[in-house]
């Protein structure tokens, strides 16, 4: 059977200068997951309007369940408008309140989140009470737990995010999140360092950071890597950084060695940038296919 993963959190339109598109971490990566053939299910809200209908149309297009998606009548559907300019690190101002701020401990979610494999979480599902004290009774029972860190300020705390790396076997996080994180406790601007600080302060198994352009780096048991970045010609870097979670986590899942598991993580990303949107479809074979076309070594 399959490893059941489940992905927690926000599910919004991404509202761009002349179009909309589906967005939301926990949605972009369970898309991914399901390009890769996983049993990935998203844990949400939407409201009852038209933007709702819209994406649980999207989801099941994609081959996501929408069991675990509530609907509501009291609020929207989440909207986050982004800013493009810098085509290499887009912003957004996502407005709040909305629909998933208020995920419920719906009947048989503990349930379910128990007998999954891996349990996918971000901070900014935390910004509302009502999803962050649903977050917390998930996170108490789920098997193995991935944080992707995904800091967009105004809407997380210093304490709130170091209580989700505390609760983590996993984080995967940018380079401007780890900077700003190792400058909360101490200022460490070199890369190995500062996230053995990250890896030992929240005793994590594993922690990704991801450089842009420039790939990847990996700590775990094992020891440290890098991976150099896939020149390629960005199309967006919108969910860029959710398929290599997703890619990452694939080649966990199938025991693959890290620098195995770096370089195909950086490859998606690298890939999904050449793309437009946060969910473009494509196989494992896709992915092998453009890594053996732009191979460069780890380190």
């Given at each position: 059977?399959?490893?059941?993963?489940?992905?927690?959190?926000?599910?919004?339109?991404?509202?761009?200068?002349t179009?909309?598109?589906?967005?939301?971490?926990p949605?972009?990566?369970?898309?991914?997951?399901?390009?890769f053939?996983?049993n990935?299910?998203?844990?949400?809200?939407v409201g009852?309007?038209?933007?709702?209908r819209?994406?649980?149309?999207?989801?099941e297009?994609k081959?996501?369940?929408t069991?675990?998606?509530?609907?509501g009548?009291s609020?929207?559907?989440?909207v986050?408008?982004?800013n493009?300019?810098?085509?290499s690190?887009?912003?957004y101002?996502?407005?709040m309140?909305?629909?998933?701020?208020y995920i419920?401990l719906?009947?048989?979610?503990v349930?379910?989140?128990?007998?999954?494999?891996?349990?996918?979480?971000?901070?900014l599902?935390?910004r509302?009470?009502q999803?962050?004290?649903?977050?917390q009774?998930?996170?108490?029972?789920a098997?193995k737990?991935?944080?992707?860190v995904?800091?967009?300020?105004?809407h997380y705390?210093q304490?709130?995010v170091?209580?989700?790396?505390h609760?983590?076997?996993m984080a995967?996080?940018?380079e401007?999140?780890?900077i700003?994180?190792?400058?909360w406790y101490?200022?460490?601007?070199?890369?190995?360092?500062?996230?053995?600080?990250v890896y030992d302060?929240?005793?994590?198994e594993?922690?990704c950071v991801?450089?842009?352009?420039?790939g990847?780096?990996?700590?775990?048991?094992?020891?440290?890597?890098?991976?150099?970045g896939?020149?390629?010609?960005?199309?967006?870097?919108?969910?860029?950084?959710d398929?290599?979670l997703?890619?990452?986590?694939?080649?966990t899942?199938?025991?693959?060695?890290?620098?195995?598991?770096?370089?195909?993580a950086?490859?998606t990303?690298?890939y999904?940038?050449t793309?437009?949107g946060a969910?473009?479809?494509?196989?494992?074979?896709t992915?092998g296919?453009?890594?053996?076309?732009?191979a460069?070594p780890?380190?």
């Amino acid at each position: 059977m399959k490893p059941t993963v489940i992905c927690f959190g926000e599910v919004l339109w991404d509202v761009l200068p002349t179009s909309k598109q589906p967005g939301g971490a926990p949605m972009n990566v369970a898309a991914h997951l399901r390009n890769f053939g996983l049993n990935a299910r998203l844990i949400s809200r939407v409201g009852t309007d038209e933007l709702g209908r819209e994406l649980l149309d999207f989801l099941e297009q994609k081959g996501i369940s929408t069991q675990l998606v509530q609907t509501g009548q009291s609020h929207l559907t989440g909207v986050a408008k982004a800013n493009v300019s810098d085509s290499s690190e887009v912003t957004y101002k996502i407005v709040m309140p909305v629909a998933w701020d208020y995920i419920r401990l719906a009947p048989g979610l503990v349930e379910v989140v128990r007998q999954s494999d891996y349990f996918i979480y971000g901070s900014l599902a935390a910004r509302s009470h009502q999803t962050h004290v649903t977050l917390q009774t998930l996170l108490a029972v789920a098997k193995k737990k991935v944080f992707d860190v995904n800091l967009r300020a105004p809407h997380y705390t210093q304490e709130v995010v170091e209580s989700l790396l505390h609760q983590a076997d996993m984080a995967k996080l940018n380079e401007h999140e780890l900077i700003e994180i190792t400058d909360w406790y101490q200022s460490e601007t070199d890369l190995r360092p500062a996230m053995q600080q990250v890896y030992d302060r929240y005793q994590l198994e594993t922690l990704c950071v991801t450089l842009g352009a420039d790939g990847a780096a990996l700590l775990d048991q094992t020891g440290f890597y890098t991976q150099s970045g896939f020149p390629v010609e960005v199309a967006d870097t919108i969910g860029s950084g959710d398929a290599f979670l997703a890619a990452f986590l694939h080649k966990t899942i199938q025991n693959e060695p890290p620098r195995n598991k770096l370089a195909f993580a950086c490859a998606t990303g690298a890939y999904v940038a050449t793309q437009q949107g946060a969910t473009p479809s494509f196989t494992e074979a896709t992915i092998g296919s453009f890594l053996e076309r732009s191979a460069v070594p780890g380190c």
